[in-house]
Protein backbone atom coordinates (compact mmCIF):
# COMPACT_ATOMS: atom_id res chain seq x y z
CA UNK A 1 0.00 0.00 0.00
CA UNK A 2 1.64 2.98 -0.93
CA UNK A 3 1.90 6.47 1.22
CA UNK A 4 -0.79 7.73 -1.10
CA UNK A 5 -3.54 4.99 -0.64
CA UNK A 6 -6.61 5.50 1.73
CA UNK A 7 -7.60 1.96 3.15
CA UNK A 8 -10.52 0.15 4.51
CA UNK A 9 -11.41 -2.73 5.17
CA UNK A 10 -14.56 -3.03 3.01
CA UNK A 11 -15.05 -0.34 0.02
CA UNK A 12 -18.44 -0.06 -0.78
CA UNK A 13 -19.16 1.45 -3.72
CA UNK A 14 -22.62 3.12 -4.52
CA UNK A 15 -24.68 5.55 -1.82
CA UNK A 16 -27.62 4.49 -2.66
CA UNK A 17 -30.05 2.19 -0.37
CA UNK A 18 -28.09 -0.85 -0.88
CA UNK A 19 -24.89 0.15 -0.70
CA UNK A 20 -25.36 2.54 2.46
CA UNK A 21 -27.38 -1.04 4.31
CA UNK A 22 -24.08 -2.85 3.48
CA UNK A 23 -21.57 -0.01 5.01
CA UNK A 24 -24.24 -0.45 8.14
CA UNK A 25 -23.99 -3.90 8.27
CA UNK A 26 -20.30 -4.17 8.48
CA UNK A 27 -19.60 -1.06 10.85
CA UNK A 28 -22.61 -2.34 13.10
CA UNK A 29 -19.64 -5.32 13.70
CA UNK A 30 -16.66 -2.77 13.99
CA UNK A 31 -15.37 -3.43 10.28
CA UNK A 32 -14.01 -0.23 8.64
CA UNK A 33 -16.00 1.04 5.50
CA UNK A 34 -15.36 3.57 2.61
CA UNK A 35 -18.37 4.22 0.36
CA UNK A 36 -17.56 5.89 -2.83
CA UNK A 37 -20.23 7.44 -4.19
CA UNK A 38 -20.26 9.27 -7.95
CA UNK A 39 -23.20 12.09 -7.45
CA UNK A 40 -21.37 14.79 -5.15
CA UNK A 41 -25.33 15.81 -4.42
CA UNK A 42 -27.48 13.11 -2.68
CA UNK A 43 -30.11 15.54 -3.56
CA UNK A 44 -32.61 14.38 -6.52
CA UNK A 45 -36.12 14.69 -7.83
CA UNK A 46 -36.21 11.33 -8.67
CA UNK A 47 -35.36 10.41 -4.86
CA UNK A 48 -37.76 12.62 -3.42
CA UNK A 49 -41.68 13.51 -2.77
CA UNK A 50 -44.30 11.13 -4.71
CA UNK A 51 -41.00 10.27 -7.75
CA UNK A 52 -39.12 8.33 -5.00
CA UNK A 53 -42.24 6.68 -3.35
CA UNK A 54 -41.01 3.05 -3.53
CA UNK A 55 -42.75 -0.06 -1.79
CA UNK A 56 -41.66 -2.47 0.86
CA UNK A 57 -42.50 -5.96 1.94
CA UNK A 58 -41.63 -8.21 4.09
CA UNK A 59 -37.40 -9.39 3.94
CA UNK A 60 -37.36 -5.00 3.46
CA UNK A 61 -39.35 -4.57 6.18
CA UNK A 62 -37.42 -6.51 8.46
CA UNK A 63 -34.04 -5.96 7.74
CA UNK A 64 -35.25 -1.92 8.57
CA UNK A 65 -37.02 -3.42 11.75
CA UNK A 66 -34.30 -5.68 12.94
CA UNK A 67 -31.72 -2.71 12.99
CA UNK A 68 -33.97 -0.31 15.06
CA UNK A 69 -34.37 1.84 12.13
CA UNK A 70 -38.53 1.04 10.48
CA UNK A 71 -40.53 3.85 13.01
CA UNK A 72 -37.78 5.97 11.42
CA UNK A 73 -38.79 5.60 7.73
CA UNK A 74 -42.82 4.94 8.41
CA UNK A 75 -42.39 8.56 10.49
CA UNK A 76 -45.65 9.61 8.92
CA UNK A 77 -47.66 6.25 9.28
CA UNK A 78 -48.88 3.97 12.20
CA UNK A 79 -47.97 0.67 11.26
CA UNK A 80 -51.46 -1.82 11.13
CA UNK A 81 -50.04 -5.11 12.70
CA UNK A 82 -52.54 -7.42 11.41
CA UNK A 83 -55.41 -7.29 9.30
CA UNK A 84 -58.86 -7.35 9.53
CA UNK A 85 -60.95 -8.72 6.40
CA UNK A 86 -63.70 -6.54 5.48
CA UNK A 87 -66.53 -6.48 2.36
CA UNK A 88 -65.31 -4.57 -0.51
CA UNK A 89 -62.05 -3.95 -1.83
CA UNK A 90 -58.20 -3.17 -0.27
CA UNK A 91 -55.79 -3.00 -2.54
CA UNK A 92 -52.73 -5.99 -1.83
CA UNK A 93 -50.87 -5.47 -4.73
CA UNK A 94 -50.79 -6.28 -8.55
CA UNK A 95 -49.49 -8.33 -10.93
CA UNK A 96 -49.48 -6.51 -14.78
CA UNK A 97 -52.18 -4.01 -13.82
CA UNK A 98 -54.33 -6.54 -12.30
CA UNK A 99 -54.97 -6.07 -8.97
CA UNK A 100 -55.06 -7.90 -6.20
CA UNK A 101 -57.74 -7.91 -3.15
CA UNK A 102 -56.54 -8.46 0.17
CA UNK A 103 -59.52 -9.28 1.94
CA UNK A 104 -59.73 -12.38 -0.27
CA UNK A 105 -56.50 -13.69 1.30
CA UNK A 106 -56.31 -16.59 3.49
CA UNK A 107 -53.91 -15.58 5.80
CA UNK A 108 -54.28 -18.94 8.16
CA UNK A 109 -51.96 -20.41 5.92
CA UNK A 110 -49.26 -18.63 7.07
CA UNK A 111 -48.25 -20.49 10.15
CA UNK A 112 -45.19 -18.40 10.69
CA UNK A 113 -46.68 -14.67 9.74
CA UNK A 114 -47.72 -13.41 12.95
CA UNK A 115 -49.39 -10.06 13.65
CA UNK A 116 -46.59 -7.14 14.15
CA UNK A 117 -44.78 -4.27 13.04
CA UNK A 118 -44.17 -6.00 9.61
CA UNK A 119 -46.81 -7.69 8.76
CA UNK A 120 -48.13 -5.18 5.99
CA UNK A 121 -46.43 -3.95 3.35
CA UNK A 122 -44.92 -0.07 3.63
CA UNK A 123 -43.90 2.97 1.19
CA UNK A 124 -41.37 5.09 1.81
CA UNK A 125 -38.97 7.14 -0.14
CA UNK A 126 -35.34 6.73 -1.82
CA UNK A 127 -34.29 10.24 -0.11
CA UNK A 128 -35.82 8.89 3.59
CA UNK A 129 -33.87 5.87 3.26
CA UNK A 130 -30.18 7.41 2.32
CA UNK A 131 -31.05 10.06 4.85
CA UNK A 132 -31.43 7.16 7.73
CA UNK A 133 -28.97 5.09 6.62
CA UNK A 134 -26.42 7.91 6.12
CA UNK A 135 -26.75 9.27 9.41
CA UNK A 136 -26.48 5.64 10.95
CA UNK A 137 -23.48 4.89 8.76
CA UNK A 138 -21.65 8.23 9.79
CA UNK A 139 -22.58 7.68 14.02
CA UNK A 140 -21.13 4.40 13.06
CA UNK A 141 -17.55 5.62 11.47
CA UNK A 142 -18.32 4.96 7.75
CA UNK A 143 -16.19 7.25 5.57
CA UNK A 144 -18.94 8.15 2.83
CA UNK A 145 -16.65 10.14 -0.04
CA UNK A 146 -18.84 11.47 -2.67
CA UNK A 147 -18.08 13.14 -6.08
CA UNK A 148 -15.75 10.50 -7.01
CA UNK A 149 -15.76 8.66 -10.50
CA UNK A 150 -13.85 5.07 -10.36
CA UNK A 151 -11.78 5.30 -13.45
CA UNK A 152 -9.82 1.50 -12.12
CA UNK A 153 -10.51 -1.75 -10.12
CA UNK A 154 -7.59 -4.46 -9.68
CA UNK A 155 -8.34 -7.62 -6.95
CA UNK A 156 -4.69 -8.92 -7.03
CA UNK A 157 -5.80 -11.55 -4.78
CA UNK A 158 -4.53 -10.05 -1.43
CA UNK A 159 -6.59 -6.78 -1.46
CA UNK A 160 -8.66 -5.04 -3.89
CA UNK A 161 -7.65 -1.40 -5.46
CA UNK A 162 -9.97 1.47 -6.39
CA UNK A 163 -8.55 4.40 -8.33
CA UNK A 164 -11.11 7.03 -8.54
CA UNK A 165 -10.03 10.87 -9.41
CA UNK A 166 -6.37 10.35 -9.05
CA UNK A 167 -6.60 8.95 -5.46
CA UNK A 168 -6.14 5.21 -4.85
CA UNK A 169 -8.19 3.09 -2.41
CA UNK A 170 -7.43 0.09 -0.63
CA UNK A 171 -9.31 -2.65 0.85
CA UNK A 172 -9.36 -6.42 1.30
CA UNK A 173 -12.80 -6.55 -0.13
CA UNK A 174 -15.16 -4.62 -2.41
CA UNK A 175 -18.82 -4.82 -2.35
CA UNK A 176 -20.57 -2.92 -5.95
CA UNK A 177 -23.87 -1.16 -5.44
CA UNK A 178 -23.26 1.08 -8.27
CA UNK A 179 -26.20 0.41 -10.45
CA UNK A 180 -27.79 -1.53 -13.05
CA UNK A 181 -24.54 0.16 -15.80
CA UNK A 182 -22.42 -0.94 -12.69
CA UNK A 183 -19.13 0.32 -13.20
CA UNK A 184 -17.48 -2.23 -10.91
CA UNK A 185 -19.45 -5.18 -12.37
CA UNK A 186 -18.15 -4.31 -16.16
CA UNK A 187 -14.48 -3.76 -14.72
CA UNK A 188 -14.18 -6.65 -13.00
CA UNK A 189 -15.17 -9.34 -15.75
CA UNK A 190 -18.37 -10.05 -14.35
CA UNK A 191 -20.96 -12.48 -16.89
CA UNK A 192 -24.43 -10.27 -16.91
CA UNK A 193 -27.07 -12.19 -19.06
CA UNK A 194 -30.72 -12.11 -19.21
CA UNK A 195 -33.33 -11.43 -21.61
CA UNK A 196 -33.90 -8.20 -23.64
CA UNK A 197 -36.67 -5.30 -23.80
CA UNK A 198 -40.24 -5.35 -25.07
CA UNK A 199 -41.14 -2.22 -23.44
CA UNK A 200 -40.08 1.18 -23.81
CA UNK A 201 -41.65 3.14 -20.44
CA UNK A 202 -42.08 6.62 -19.37
CA UNK A 203 -42.24 8.52 -15.81
CA UNK A 204 -43.48 11.96 -16.64
CA UNK A 205 -45.11 14.96 -14.40
CA UNK A 206 -46.81 16.48 -16.91
CA UNK A 207 -50.69 18.30 -17.54
CA UNK A 208 -52.98 17.02 -20.04
CA UNK A 209 -56.61 18.57 -21.39
CA UNK A 210 -58.28 15.92 -20.36
CA UNK A 211 -57.00 14.27 -16.87
CA UNK A 212 -60.56 13.18 -16.46
CA UNK A 213 -60.29 10.66 -19.60
CA UNK A 214 -57.13 9.18 -18.16
CA UNK A 215 -58.97 8.34 -14.72
CA UNK A 216 -56.75 7.08 -11.77
CA UNK A 217 -54.97 4.06 -11.05
CA UNK A 218 -53.61 1.15 -13.46
CA UNK A 219 -54.72 0.79 -17.17
CA UNK A 220 -53.98 -2.11 -18.89
CA UNK A 221 -54.95 -1.41 -22.69
CA UNK A 222 -54.65 -3.32 -26.07
CA UNK A 223 -50.65 -1.33 -26.45
CA UNK A 224 -49.38 -1.19 -22.94
CA UNK A 225 -50.43 0.06 -19.85
CA UNK A 226 -50.57 3.39 -18.34
CA UNK A 227 -50.78 4.41 -14.86
CA UNK A 228 -51.98 7.74 -13.05
CA UNK A 229 -51.24 7.54 -9.83
CA UNK A 230 -51.93 10.90 -8.60
CA UNK A 231 -52.60 14.13 -10.88
CA UNK A 232 -49.70 15.34 -12.91
CA UNK A 233 -47.98 11.80 -11.94
CA UNK A 234 -47.97 9.54 -15.27
CA UNK A 235 -45.88 6.18 -16.06
CA UNK A 236 -46.83 4.39 -19.44
CA UNK A 237 -45.71 1.25 -20.22
CA UNK A 238 -45.44 0.80 -24.51
CA UNK A 239 -45.06 -2.40 -26.95
CA UNK A 240 -42.32 -0.50 -28.92
CA UNK A 241 -38.98 -0.61 -28.47
CA UNK A 242 -37.37 2.20 -31.34
CA UNK A 243 -37.43 4.73 -29.35
CA UNK A 244 -33.52 6.19 -28.90
CA UNK A 245 -33.56 6.45 -24.76
CA UNK A 246 -30.43 8.50 -25.40
CA UNK A 247 -32.30 11.21 -27.21
CA UNK A 248 -34.53 13.89 -25.02
CA UNK A 249 -37.97 12.65 -24.62
CA UNK A 250 -39.75 15.78 -26.41
CA UNK A 251 -43.73 16.64 -25.03
CA UNK A 252 -44.55 15.58 -28.63
CA UNK A 253 -43.13 12.30 -28.68
CA UNK A 254 -44.68 11.67 -25.10
CA UNK A 255 -47.69 12.70 -26.16
CA UNK A 256 -47.54 10.25 -29.24
CA UNK A 257 -47.00 6.93 -26.54
CA UNK A 258 -49.80 8.45 -24.06
CA UNK A 259 -52.29 8.49 -27.18
CA UNK A 260 -51.01 5.08 -28.90
CA UNK A 261 -51.33 3.03 -25.20
CA UNK A 262 -54.07 5.21 -23.85
CA UNK A 263 -56.03 4.81 -26.85
CA UNK A 264 -57.42 8.38 -26.50
CA UNK A 265 -57.22 12.06 -28.13
CA UNK A 266 -55.06 13.34 -24.76
CA UNK A 267 -53.02 15.84 -24.64
CA UNK A 268 -50.03 17.38 -22.66
CA UNK A 269 -50.19 20.80 -22.36
CA UNK A 270 -46.77 21.31 -20.41
CA UNK A 271 -44.00 18.66 -19.31
CA UNK A 272 -42.16 19.35 -16.31
CA UNK A 273 -40.38 16.12 -15.99
CA UNK A 274 -39.46 12.72 -17.98
CA UNK A 275 -37.41 10.06 -17.62
CA UNK A 276 -37.29 6.48 -19.36
CA UNK A 277 -36.59 2.29 -18.19
CA UNK A 278 -36.92 -0.78 -19.81
CA UNK A 279 -38.46 -4.30 -18.93
CA UNK A 280 -34.63 -5.37 -19.48
CA UNK A 281 -34.44 -8.37 -17.29
CA UNK A 282 -29.89 -9.54 -16.11
CA UNK A 283 -28.48 -10.92 -14.02
CA UNK A 284 -24.62 -11.91 -12.92
CA UNK A 285 -23.96 -15.61 -13.02
CA UNK A 286 -22.19 -15.10 -9.88
CA UNK A 287 -22.30 -12.55 -6.78
CA UNK A 288 -18.75 -12.93 -6.26
CA UNK A 289 -14.99 -12.65 -7.89
CA UNK A 290 -12.97 -13.24 -5.94
CA UNK A 291 -12.93 -10.39 -3.35
CA UNK A 292 -15.33 -8.58 -5.38
CA UNK A 293 -18.85 -8.75 -4.81
CA UNK A 294 -22.32 -7.53 -5.92
CA UNK A 295 -25.61 -6.54 -4.33
CA UNK A 296 -28.43 -4.77 -5.06
CA UNK A 297 -28.91 -3.81 -9.07
CA UNK A 298 -25.15 -3.91 -10.10
CA UNK A 299 -26.26 -7.93 -9.14
CA UNK A 300 -29.78 -7.86 -11.37
CA UNK A 301 -31.66 -5.58 -13.23
CA UNK A 302 -35.19 -5.81 -14.23
CA UNK A 303 -38.41 -3.46 -14.82
CA UNK A 304 -40.38 -1.46 -11.85
CA UNK A 305 -43.12 -3.95 -12.30
CA UNK A 306 -44.62 -5.12 -8.98
CA UNK A 307 -41.92 -2.85 -6.46
CA UNK A 308 -39.71 -5.63 -6.26
CA UNK A 309 -36.75 -3.63 -6.85
CA UNK A 310 -35.75 -2.23 -3.40
CA UNK A 311 -37.06 -5.42 -1.60
CA UNK A 312 -34.74 -7.85 -3.47
CA UNK A 313 -31.82 -4.96 -2.67
CA UNK A 314 -32.14 -4.54 0.53
CA UNK A 315 -32.56 -8.82 0.96
CA UNK A 316 -29.06 -8.98 -0.60
CA UNK A 317 -27.39 -6.13 1.57
CA UNK A 318 -28.81 -7.63 4.95
CA UNK A 319 -27.67 -11.14 4.04
CA UNK A 320 -24.42 -10.59 2.98
CA UNK A 321 -23.39 -7.76 5.57
CA UNK A 322 -23.25 -9.91 8.58
CA UNK A 323 -21.32 -12.94 6.57
CA UNK A 324 -19.11 -10.58 5.36
CA UNK A 325 -18.01 -8.83 8.61
CA UNK A 326 -17.94 -12.40 9.99
CA UNK A 327 -15.21 -13.12 7.33
CA UNK A 328 -13.02 -9.98 7.77
CA UNK A 329 -13.11 -10.63 11.42
CA UNK A 330 -11.84 -14.05 11.18
CA UNK A 331 -14.85 -15.75 12.57
CA UNK A 332 -16.54 -17.71 9.48
CA UNK A 333 -16.74 -20.82 8.39
CA UNK A 334 -14.96 -22.17 5.75
CA UNK A 335 -17.72 -21.33 3.05
CA UNK A 336 -19.61 -18.72 4.69
CA UNK A 337 -19.13 -15.90 2.41
CA UNK A 338 -20.18 -18.58 -0.40
CA UNK A 339 -23.35 -18.92 0.59
CA UNK A 340 -24.14 -15.55 0.07
CA UNK A 341 -24.60 -16.27 -3.86
CA UNK A 342 -25.89 -19.27 -2.92
CA UNK A 343 -29.27 -17.86 -1.09
CA UNK A 344 -29.29 -14.88 -2.88
CA UNK A 345 -28.61 -15.59 -6.62
CA UNK A 346 -32.02 -17.54 -6.70
CA UNK A 347 -33.86 -14.81 -5.27
CA UNK A 348 -32.82 -12.95 -8.31
CA UNK A 349 -33.45 -15.06 -10.28
CA UNK A 350 -37.28 -15.37 -9.03
CA UNK A 351 -37.56 -11.54 -9.16
CA UNK A 352 -36.47 -11.15 -12.70
CA UNK A 353 -39.08 -14.20 -13.62
CA UNK A 354 -41.56 -12.15 -11.72
CA UNK A 355 -40.98 -9.37 -13.97
CA UNK A 356 -41.13 -11.03 -17.41
CA UNK A 357 -44.25 -13.10 -16.80
CA UNK A 358 -45.85 -9.76 -16.14
CA UNK A 359 -45.06 -8.50 -19.00
CA UNK A 360 -45.91 -11.53 -21.04
CA UNK A 361 -49.73 -10.75 -19.86
CA UNK A 362 -49.48 -7.61 -21.11
CA UNK A 363 -48.86 -8.34 -24.66
CA UNK A 364 -51.42 -7.24 -27.30
CA UNK A 365 -51.01 -10.17 -28.87
CA UNK A 366 -53.42 -12.99 -28.88
CA UNK A 367 -51.32 -15.15 -26.75
CA UNK A 368 -50.49 -12.71 -24.26
CA UNK A 369 -54.29 -12.12 -24.16
CA UNK A 370 -54.83 -15.54 -23.31
CA UNK A 371 -52.71 -16.23 -21.04
CA UNK A 372 -53.76 -12.46 -19.16
CA UNK A 373 -57.48 -14.19 -19.16
CA UNK A 374 -55.96 -17.21 -17.44
CA UNK A 375 -53.93 -15.59 -14.68
CA UNK A 376 -57.49 -13.08 -14.36
CA UNK A 377 -59.18 -15.63 -13.39
CA UNK A 378 -57.43 -17.26 -10.98
CA UNK A 379 -56.40 -14.16 -9.34
CA UNK A 380 -60.35 -13.67 -8.91
CA UNK A 381 -60.58 -16.41 -6.71
CA UNK A 382 -59.42 -16.98 -2.87
CA UNK A 383 -56.44 -19.57 -3.65
CA UNK A 384 -55.13 -17.41 -6.48
CA UNK A 385 -55.34 -13.83 -4.16
CA UNK A 386 -53.63 -15.97 -1.31
CA UNK A 387 -50.84 -17.24 -4.23
CA UNK A 388 -49.82 -13.84 -5.48
CA UNK A 389 -50.29 -11.77 -2.49
CA UNK A 390 -47.91 -14.83 -0.95
CA UNK A 391 -45.56 -14.07 -3.45
CA UNK A 392 -45.47 -10.64 -3.41
CA UNK A 393 -44.99 -9.74 0.11
CA UNK A 394 -42.35 -12.51 0.39
CA UNK A 395 -44.43 -14.28 3.19
CA UNK A 396 -43.04 -17.36 2.71
CA UNK A 397 -39.27 -17.10 1.54
CA UNK A 398 -37.24 -19.27 2.61
CA UNK A 399 -33.66 -20.07 1.81
CA UNK A 400 -31.75 -23.52 1.85
CA UNK A 401 -29.62 -23.68 3.95
CA UNK A 402 -27.10 -26.74 3.05
CA UNK A 403 -26.59 -29.29 6.03
CA UNK A 404 -29.18 -27.62 8.02
CA UNK A 405 -32.02 -29.45 10.19
CA UNK A 406 -35.22 -30.53 8.02
CA UNK A 407 -37.65 -28.37 10.03
CA UNK A 408 -40.21 -26.20 7.72
CA UNK A 409 -38.95 -23.32 9.69
CA UNK A 410 -35.18 -23.58 9.43
CA UNK A 411 -34.18 -21.21 6.40
CA UNK A 412 -37.02 -18.95 6.77
CA UNK A 413 -37.17 -15.36 8.50
CA UNK A 414 -38.24 -16.07 12.43
CA UNK A 415 -41.90 -15.28 13.17
CA UNK A 416 -42.54 -11.77 15.01
CA UNK A 417 -43.23 -13.33 18.29
CA UNK A 418 -45.35 -11.17 20.64
CA UNK A 419 -43.95 -10.96 23.99
CA UNK A 420 -46.31 -10.76 27.26
CA UNK A 421 -45.69 -7.46 27.71
CA UNK A 422 -46.45 -6.67 24.39
CA UNK A 423 -43.33 -5.88 22.24
CA UNK A 424 -41.85 -8.00 19.63
CA UNK A 425 -38.73 -10.65 19.34
CA UNK A 426 -37.56 -7.90 16.00
CA UNK A 427 -36.55 -5.52 18.37
CA UNK A 428 -34.52 -7.47 20.45
CA UNK A 429 -32.25 -7.99 17.02
CA UNK A 430 -30.60 -4.65 16.80
CA UNK A 431 -27.66 -5.76 18.03
CA UNK A 432 -26.84 -8.16 14.91
CA UNK A 433 -25.75 -11.13 16.72
CA UNK A 434 -26.84 -14.80 15.99
CA UNK A 435 -28.92 -15.29 18.92
CA UNK A 436 -30.17 -18.26 20.84
CA UNK A 437 -34.08 -18.07 21.62
CA UNK A 438 -35.02 -20.24 24.50
CA UNK A 439 -38.84 -20.31 25.53
CA UNK A 440 -37.85 -23.32 27.90
CA UNK A 441 -35.76 -21.16 30.39
CA UNK A 442 -32.43 -24.52 29.57
CA UNK A 443 -30.09 -23.90 31.89
CA UNK A 444 -27.90 -25.98 29.09
CA UNK A 445 -28.47 -23.72 26.54
CA UNK A 446 -28.07 -20.54 28.48
CA UNK A 447 -24.30 -22.17 29.59
CA UNK A 448 -23.68 -23.38 25.91
CA UNK A 449 -24.48 -19.69 24.61
CA UNK A 450 -22.35 -18.24 27.21
CA UNK A 451 -19.12 -20.09 25.75
CA UNK A 452 -19.69 -18.70 22.74
CA UNK A 453 -20.31 -14.88 23.63
CA UNK A 454 -19.97 -11.93 22.76
CA UNK A 455 -20.69 -13.28 19.10
CA UNK A 456 -23.81 -15.17 20.70
CA UNK A 457 -26.54 -13.52 22.22
CA UNK A 458 -28.79 -15.28 24.76
CA UNK A 459 -32.49 -13.98 25.46
CA UNK A 460 -34.95 -16.29 27.63
CA UNK A 461 -38.45 -15.08 26.94
CA UNK A 462 -41.84 -16.12 27.12
CA UNK A 463 -44.36 -15.26 24.02
CA UNK A 464 -48.03 -14.94 23.61
CA UNK A 465 -47.49 -17.79 21.23
CA UNK A 466 -44.23 -20.54 20.71
CA UNK A 467 -45.85 -21.77 17.52
CA UNK A 468 -45.06 -25.26 19.55
CA UNK A 469 -40.91 -24.45 19.73
CA UNK A 470 -38.58 -24.63 22.49
CA UNK A 471 -35.81 -22.59 21.18
CA UNK A 472 -34.28 -21.26 17.57
CA UNK A 473 -31.44 -20.20 16.81
CA UNK A 474 -31.20 -17.29 14.52
CA UNK A 475 -28.62 -15.80 12.53
CA UNK A 476 -27.74 -11.84 12.45
CA UNK A 477 -29.97 -11.58 9.83
CA UNK A 478 -33.01 -13.23 11.78
CA UNK A 479 -32.95 -16.15 9.68
CA UNK A 480 -33.67 -19.53 11.95
CA UNK A 481 -30.70 -21.86 11.77
CA UNK A 482 -32.03 -24.55 14.16
CA UNK A 483 -35.34 -25.28 15.83
CA UNK A 484 -36.10 -27.84 19.16
CA UNK A 485 -39.85 -28.25 19.29
CA UNK A 486 -39.46 -31.44 21.92
CA UNK A 487 -36.11 -31.84 23.82
CA UNK A 488 -33.43 -28.90 23.85
CA UNK A 489 -30.25 -31.20 22.50
CA UNK A 490 -27.06 -28.68 22.92
CA UNK A 491 -25.12 -30.73 20.46
CA UNK A 492 -27.66 -29.96 18.09
CA UNK A 493 -27.49 -26.45 18.88
CA UNK A 494 -23.49 -26.74 18.31
CA UNK A 495 -23.61 -28.35 15.31
CA UNK A 496 -25.89 -25.54 13.83
CA UNK A 497 -24.31 -22.97 14.66
CA UNK A 498 -20.89 -24.07 13.33
CA UNK A 499 -21.96 -24.16 10.14
CA UNK A 500 -21.56 -20.55 10.33
CA UNK A 501 -19.25 -19.89 12.42
CA UNK A 502 -16.10 -21.22 13.88
CA UNK A 503 -16.78 -22.21 17.49
CA UNK A 504 -13.96 -21.10 20.29
CA UNK A 505 -11.52 -24.60 20.14
CA UNK A 506 -12.04 -24.89 16.89
CA UNK A 507 -9.37 -24.16 13.60
Known amino acids: MTNSSVYADVIVVGAGPVGLFVACELALHDVSVIVLERDADSDNVWKKGLLGVRGMYKPALEAFYRRGLLA ?15 SGFRYAGHFGGRLLNANAVDFSRFKYHLPGPTFLPAKTTIADIECELSKRATERGV ?14 GDEVTVWADNKSFKSNWLVACDGGKSTIRKAAGFQFTGTDSELTCYIAVCDVDKPELLGKGMKPTDAGMYIVSEPRHLYLMDFDTTFDRSQTVTKEHLERVLQRVSGMSVKIEALETVSTFTDRCKQATQYRKGRILLAGDSAHIHSPLGAQGLTTGIADAFNLGWKLASTVKGYASADLLDTYHRERQPEGAWTLDWSRSQVVIMRPDPAGKAISRLVTDYMATDDGTTFFVNKIWGISRRYDLVGAQAHPLVGCSVPDFQFEGGSYLGSKLHEGKFMTVDFSGSKLLEEATDLVQPWVGYLSCSVKDRLGMNALLLRPDGVVAWVAEDEVKIDSWKAALSQWMILPGET
Do not use: F
Open 143 to 156: RIVRGVEISHVEDD
Open 72 to 86: DLLYDEKRVTHLEKT
